[in-house]
């Protein structure tokens, strides 16, 4: 199993940067690939970004692609997204989530079940 919890949530404003880690415990980092979800508030959880196991390959939901950038640092246990130009619509609660499957990169659905394990989220809010 592994333990997660993220950090680095706050308030910021439209246009700027924030960066949220994710913490793991527990058995081998490198074992999981990490993924960063995100539910705002009256909306479905939705998927955010995706790094394989040893962070040689990243995906992104096409809403944050080009602003946010997903990496992972294995000696650390940890997993960071970095959101830059941030919109309002960005705004929510951030989760980063385990896969410990080992997947074919042309079948992932980039969807929460594709995940075993999840934080229990840290509040990011952008103001207009």
């Known amino acids: 199993q592994v333990q997660l919890v993220e950090s680095g949530g706050g308030l910021v404003q439209a246009g700027g940067s924030l960066r949220v880690s994710c913490a793991a415990s527990g058995r081998a980092f490198s074992r999981y690939a990490m993924g960063w979800f995100r539910r705002a508030p009256g909306k479905e959880r939705e998927f955010v970004a995706r790094i394989s196991r040893i962070g040689r390959s990243t995906y992104y939901a096409d809403s944050v692609k080009g602003r946010f950038t997903i990496s992972r640092d294995n000696a650390k246990n940890t997993a960071y997204l970095q959101m830059n130009s941030l919109k309002p619509e960005d705004t929510g609660v951030y989760y980063c989530?385990?896969?410990?499957?080992?997947?074919?990169?042309?079948?992932?659905?980039?969807?929460?079940?594709?995940?075993?394990?999840w934080g229990q989220g840290t509040q990011v809010t952008v103001s207009s």
């Open positions: 989530a385990a896969d410990p499957n080992v997947r074919d990169p042309n079948g992932l659905k980039h969807s929460s079940d594709e995940y075993g394990y």
